[in-house]
C-alpha cells in the first residue's frame, strides 16, 4: 500500500487549498480514507473520513470550511480547504485501511493500517 500526498504550500489567511492523496496497492475504490493532520507540540487530530458506507463526517473545528472528497478513477482522495488560518497550519495526512473492528471516533495512527507522509500546510495571517 502506498498513500502520497500532495498540494501543500505556504498560503495567507483567508486563502483556499486543495490537497489530494492518491493511493495504490489497494482496493482504493471501496476503502474508508481519512485526512489527520499535526502541527508541532499540538496531538494528532482527525480532520474527516470517508466511512466504510460513503458517509461524510469533519471535526467540528473544520466543519464547513474543509470538503473531503473522491475521485475513484484517479484513486484520489482531496481535501478542499477554504478559509483557512494560522491555526490549520500543520502537516497533513491520509490514511488507508480501516481497521475492521472501528466505527469511529478515529484517532491517529490507531484506527487505520496505511499512512502517508504527509503535506506540510502553513497559514500565515
Known amino acids: 500500500v502506498h498513500l502520497q500526498e500532495s498540494g501543500g504550500g505556504s498560503v495567507q489567511a483567508g486563502d483556499s487549498l486543495t490537497l489530494s492523496c492518491t493511493g495504490s496497492?489497494?482496493?482504493?475504490?471501496?476503502?474508508?480514507m481519512g485526512w489527520f493532520r499535526q502541527a508541532p507540540g499540538h496531538a494528532c487530530t482527525m480532520l474527516s473520513v470517508i466511512q466504510r458506507d460513503g458517509s461524510l463526517i469533519y471535526a467540528n473545528s473544520v466543519k464547513g470550511r474543509f470538503t473531503v472528497s473522491r475521485d475513484n478513477v484517479k484513486n484520489t482522495v482531496y481535501l478542499q480547504m477554504n478559509d483557512l488560518k494560522p491555526d490549520d497550519t500543520a502537516k497533513y495526512t491520509c490514511?488507508?485501511?480501516?481497521?475492521?473492528?472501528?466505527?469511529?471516533?478515529?484517532?491517529?495512527?490507531?484506527?487505520?493500517?496505511?499512512w502517508g507522509m504527509g503535506t506540510q500546510v502553513t497559514v500565515s495571517s
Open positions: 490514511a488507508a485501511g480501516l481497521y475492521p473492528d472501528v466505527d469511529g471516533p478515529f484517532h491517529c495512527y490507531n484506527d487505520f493500517n496505511d
Open positions: 496497492g489497494f482496493s482504493f475504490n471501496s476503502s474508508p
